[in-house]
């Protein structure tokens, strides 16, 4: 089987980074790695995109990071409550998710979060208080703490 050398552009599972020169079969390069822009062949052009693109992700990045710490100053001290029916006085009818968390937070009006952002390892099912962690950022988390009142 023939391989060609090629320059990745981007981050590819299992083959490389981007900036990385790899060796693969002419086939993949051809009819996979090429058309979805994943790569390109080595040459002065493609380093000088590749150049351009790494700069691009950066202030990118950057400006993400400056978002997420505003957020996190604005959810340091977060509180939330959410009522919820019990069946004895302390084990809840249901749980509360991270659905209901963020319900919770987006009616307070701090910031706009996504379900995903909500690291809870198993829902709420019992009345209490909770430090539940909001990922922002690969480098940014914050706690918010969850009441969980009977109501």
């Known amino acids: 089987m023939a391989t060609t050398e090629i320059l990745l552009l981007s981050d590819v599972e299992f083959l490389g980074k981007a900036g990385d020169v790899v060796k693969v079969k002419s086939g993949y390069a051809r009819n996979y790695l090429l058309p979805k ?3 390109a062949p080595v040459s002065t052009h493609a380093l000088r995109r590749l150049d351009k693109l790494r700069k691009e992700r ?7 990071l400056a978002e997420a710490k505003d957020k996190a100053a604005k959810l ?3 509180s939330v409550t959410i009522r919820e029916k019990t069946v004895d006085g302390t084990r809840l009818y249901g749980a509360v998710h991270a659905a209901d968390i963020l ?3 987006a009616e307070i009006g701090k910031v706009t979060l996504d379900k995903t952002q909500i690291i809870l390892p198993e829902p ?5 208080t909770f430090d539940v962690e909001v990922k922002l950022h690969p ?13």
Request: aromatic share 2%.
């Open 124 to 128: 709420l099912k019992e009345l209490g």
């Open 139 to 151: 480098q940014v988390t914050c706690t918010v703490k969850v009441w969980v009142v009977e109501g």
């Open 76 to 78: 340091a001290k977060a």
């Open 37 to 39: 822009d994943l790569a």
């Open 58 to 64: 950066e202030e990118l990045s950057r400006i993400q």
């Open 103 to 105: 319900k919770a937070v």
